[in-house]
């Protein structure tokens, strides 16, 4: 689809506010396209007034400038991915694209409700972005089409890039708050900031060369540790440190007490984009962090050693399908569908200790599904594990080692001076 397709239309423009929304919407709206700028209010961290958007977005030329708030559905999508331990690749927590889905899925409704078929978006052509906010639309509503600047060719020859971008917005006297000088480029809501681009993308730069904003880094955080307790019930947080939460509540909260100890800001990872290319970037997810080790915990007390092996493989599987923007297919639905057996046997009290970025056990109670048993651990002479059946056991597994030699299927310089 070209700008052509849509001269004389209505379309809705997903809007951060940023240089790219305000570039992309005066542009639409010179070529003879009539914006409507919606953006989700997702908690952003970098926005100190959220109402900012609608005016840098109404000065940019949208007749109408929406502001949709999704932060409660954010946080409870963070729920599912806590219980899933969701991070792709093993780092990555999905901040960014988690928040895709919840954001797309509330554009068109309110793009429903405007009569538009068409949303436009700013994301590139060599990034994730493009590919959740395409998926997305076409499994929520296949009669919207989806309109991406950064792959029209009249929209890249006349931007370059963010210089090209900068100078056409302040010959309009758009205020924009980018500047030719930011080392970096930043997206952000209330799971976390993703920061890209820029001096980061050459690995010869630390990961502490960021601007932290959802806390310090480790070696900044206080010198003293701090107690963090968390109940979960079926999978959900509901009380930190002694006071009732709901989802939104719990991470907002996990953010505060995690940033300010150095947990989850920093994170670096050179990780595989769906388009095929390598990616660096540096993470900040603090209450994620922070709340994904105390889910980790339960979860080894609670699963014994074939469902963990299933579950590590669910847990992967799901975090690849956020990741390259399949969350609201068959295959999710049936991972999610999957775990749900876990989240409802995931109750108890856990504590841990938080120390510059570390986070250490302290204490878990109340683990209604607790496998462990101290008793049965124990290697006094307590509980009903009595030693010597091992003996029969060991026989048992015996036969088959010594059937792998008698094969010859032992590594024979393994057996030089024993034959």
């Keep these: 689809m070209t700008v052509n397709d849509i001269k004389g239309k209505t379309i809705g423009l997903a809007s ?24 989700a ?17 109404l000065a940019a030329g949208a007749y109408d400038a929406i502001l949709v708030d999704l932060k409660e559905e954010l946080a409870e999508v963070a729920v599912t991915m806590l219980t899933a331990s969701a991070r792709y690749e093993g780092g990555y927590w999905n901040t960014t694209g988690i928040a895709r889905y919840v954001t797309t899925r509330g554009l068109l409704e309110e793009m429903k ?5 068409v949303l436009a978006h700013g994301a590139t052509g060599r990034g994730n972005d493009q590919v959740r906010f395409h998926l997305a639309a076409a499994m929520l509503d296949p009669k919207v089409s989806v309109y991406a600047p950064w792959r029209d060719d009249a929209c890249l020859e006349q931007f370059g890039g963010r210089k090209e971008m900068i100078a056409y917005c302040q010959a309009r006297e758009i205020p924009i708050t980018a500047t030719q000088d930011k080392p970096y480029s930043t997206d952000a809501n209330l799971l976390g ?45 509901v009380e930190i440190n002694g006071q009732s939460v709901d989802a939104l509540q719990a991470l907002l909260t996990a953010n505060e007490i995690g940033g300010r100890n150095g947990v989850g800001i920093g994170i670096h990872t050179v990780e595989n984009r769906f388009v095929g290319i390598k990616s660096r970037g540096v993470y900040e997810s603090p209450g994620l962090s922070l709340l994904g080790e105390c889910y980790e915990l339960l979860l080894q007390q609670i699963l014994d050693r074939r469902a963990r092996k299933l579950y590590d493989s669910l847990s992967c599987a799901l975090s690849e399908q956020i990741y390259q923007g399949y969350y609201y297919d068959l295959a999710s639905q049936m991972m999610r569908g999957s775990l749900q057996p876990v989240a409802d046997l995931l109750t108890g009290t856990v504590s841990v200790k938080l120390y510059k970025g570390n986070v250490t056990f302290a204490l878990s109670k109340g683990v209604t599904h607790s496998l462990y048993s101290e008793e049965t651990a124990s290697m006094e002479a ?13 026989q048992v597994l015996g036969v088959g080692s010594r059937a792998n030699h008698t094969a010859g299927q032992i590594e024979m310089s393994l057996l030089k001076g024993l034959i």
């Design 193 to 237: 900031l993703t920061h890209e681009a820029g001096k980061l993308e050459y690995l010869d730069v630390a990961a502490d060369e960021i601007d932290p904003g959802m806390g310090v880094f480790p070696k900044d955080a206080p010198d003293k540790d701090e107690l963090f307790t968390v109940r979960i019930e079926k999978g959900r947080p």
């Design 41 to 57: 209010d997702i908690g952003q961290p970098d926005e100190k007034n959220i109402d900012d958007i609608k005016t840098r977005m």
């Design 382 to 394: 307590i509980g009903d594990f009595d030693h010597r059946d091992s003996e029969g056991f060991l």
């Design 113 to 117: 409700k405007h009569d538009i078929d």
């Design 16 to 39: 951060s506010g940023g240089l790219d929304s305000c570039t992309i919407a005066r542009w639409l709206v010179e070529q003879d396209v009539k914006v409507l700028s919606i953006s």
